[in-house]
């Protein structure tokens, strides 16, 4: 019998080829990923030629390093570099039959990017959005299938967080989460269905617990207090190490949309909106070992 909730495992559609929309820090990682694991063609895109190339950069940086550490054979490097190409060309998608996206996280360009691709693609190809706290119904709306579509949130650092939230949208049909639970398992990744609610389940704790630490800055506490304040958890990171990590305008970003939908419940944070705009937290050696707080940063939260 199956588990209450669980999709049918034979209405898995099969995945040959990989599109990646967004080629930044974590469609990089993804990219990755399933090349390695799904071992099937992984195109990725963006904007324009530029950011595409530095996403290929990146992702044959990241090969390299998982050669040099012997994680990968020299014959499976080879592989990879060659799985993984890059174009501006959406036309390039027609046979994905896996497309995921990942770009800046705002409701209008996430839907302009599925506007631009669907298209190019045939009804049964599943679309997947990374978004951390994004309604996935409100992404899918203009889609002529929005049956087709999912949620498939992965956590920073990709290749090591073991969970991916598999987002069962009010218009996600069953074949389409089958498929997103089988290729999560194929990732060899521990999945979780959730609601299609602010945060899903895991941003909308770490929304509580980053934007707590914020408010406690925000009211007079200093960062180096509140940062090792929660030392006793035996956190492998300290919040604001964590905040760093996801980056600030999507730690911004995850704020405001829980501020915004329980504003009872979540702070507003003026002081993280300003660090997100500045771009600066923490003060890191040439290795990324953290030194403290950059002083730009204590600058901005003292005024
Ligand atoms: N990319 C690839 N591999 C990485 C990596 C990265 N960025 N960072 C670390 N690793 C690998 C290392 O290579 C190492 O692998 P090995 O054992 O095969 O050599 C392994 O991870 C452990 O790394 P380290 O020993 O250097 O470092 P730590 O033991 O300090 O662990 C950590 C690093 C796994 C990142 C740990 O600090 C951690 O778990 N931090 C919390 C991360 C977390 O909570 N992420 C979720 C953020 S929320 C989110 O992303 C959602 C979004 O929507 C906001």
């Known amino acids: 019998k199956r588990p209450a909730g669980a999709p049918d495992k034979a209405l898995a559609r099969k995945v040959t080829k990989v599109g990646v929309i967004g080629a930044g820090l974590m469609a990089s990682q993804f990219a990755l990923l399933f090349a390695r694991r799904l071992k099937v063609p992984v195109l ?13 950069e990146r992702i ?4 390299q390093k ?19 190409s890059g174009t501006t060309d959406l036309a390039d998608y027609a046979n994905c039959d896996w497309v995921i996206e990942a770009v800046f996280e705002d ?24 978004t951390s706290s994004l309604s996935v119904d409100d992404i899918g709306a203009e889609l002529a299938h929005p049956e087709r579509l999912v949620g498939f949130h992965f956590f920073n650092p990709v290749a090591v967080m ?35 609610a602010p945060g899903f389940v895991v941003n909308r704790v770490l929304a509580k617990v980053l934007g707590e630490a914020m408010h406690a ?17 035996g956190l492998p990171m300290t ?25 009872d419940r979540f702070f507003d944070s003026a002081n993280l909106h300003a660090l997100a705009d500045a771009g600066v937290l923490l003060d890191k050696d040439d290795k990324g070992a953290v030194k403290g707080f950059d002083k730009r940063a204590l600058a901005i939260v003292k005024k």
């Open 60 to 63: 044959r940086g990241e090969i």
């Open 217 to 233: 800055v925000d009211t007079g506490t200093p960062f180096e207090v509140v940062d090792h304040a929660l030392d006793p958890f």
């Open 66 to 84: 998982l050669a040099d550490r012997g994680r990968v054979n020299p014959d499976e490097a080879n592989r990879l570099r060659a799985t993984i």
């Open 107 to 130: 409701l209008g360009v996430k839907r302009q990017v599925f506007a631009n691709v669907e298209p190019h693609l045939s009804p049964e190809a599943v679309l997947a959005t990374n």
């Open 162 to 196: 073991p969970l991916v939230e598999v987002v069962n949208a009010s218009k996600t049909d069953e074949a389409t989460l089958s498929t997103a639970m089988v290729v999560a398992k194929n990732l060899r990744k521990n999945a979780v269905i959730t609601k299609d």
């Open 44 to 56: 990725i895109t963006d904007l324009d030629q530029a950011r595409v190339d530095a996403g290929v």
């Open 239 to 263: 919040p604001f190490e964590l905040l760093d990590l996801v980056g600030l305008q999507v730690g911004a970003h995850v704020l405001d949309t829980h501020h915004a939908a329980f504003p």
